[in-house]
């Protein structure tokens, strides 16, 4: 799973935003840090309509954002820690202050749904959790992720 994990992709979100805005700024860091999107708003846009289906707060102060699209080329994740936690519609109601967005091809679908399935085992781990909350700047997020336990 680590080898999803790009420096770039991960970031620290200052300021008060709608769930709405951290996702299009998620989706803009993809687009302007990997050639993986193919259609920012196709994609943008299914990210949004799969939100409309369920939350995707998982719980435990997070979120795992996810679509399948044709406006995507390859398996990605982008991080963010939230300066301040916004309302998912979380499953425990719990604001969310980790967003992590998934996206993927539509031809990938095993490997989408094991990210997902171990992006929710990582973030299960309240150490896990509580190392990337703590962090105070992005080189401390960065190594926080990257310490991750799998």
């Not at 193919?38 to 846009?45: A, G, L, M, T, V």
């Not at 300066?83 to 202050?97: A, C, H, R, T, W």
């Not at 967005?101 to 094991?114: F, I, N, R, T």
């Amino acid at each position: 799973m680590i080898k999803y994990f790009n420096g770039k992709l991960i970031t620290y979100i200052e300021g008060k935003h709608t769930k709405e805005e951290i996702l299009e700024k998620l989706v803009s860091i993809i687009e302007k840090e990997t050639d993986f999107i193919e259609n920012k708003e196709e994609f943008f846009n299914q990210i949004l309509e799969r939100e409309k289906i369920g939350s995707t707060g998982i719980g435990m102060g997070v979120a795992i954002p996810h679509a399948r699209s044709g406006g995507i080329n390859d398996v990605v994740i982008a991080i963010a820690l939230l300066e301040y936690p916004v309302d998912f519609n979380s499953i425990d109601g719990e604001l969310i202050k980790i967003v992590a967005l998934v996206g993927a091809p539509k031809d990938k679908s095993k490997e989408y749904l094991g990210l997902l399935s171990n992006l929710s085992k990582v973030f299960r781990v309240k150490k896990n959790r509580d190392s990337i909350k703590t962090a105070r700047d992005h080189k401390e997020l960065v190594e926080a992720i990257m310490e991750i336990e799998v």
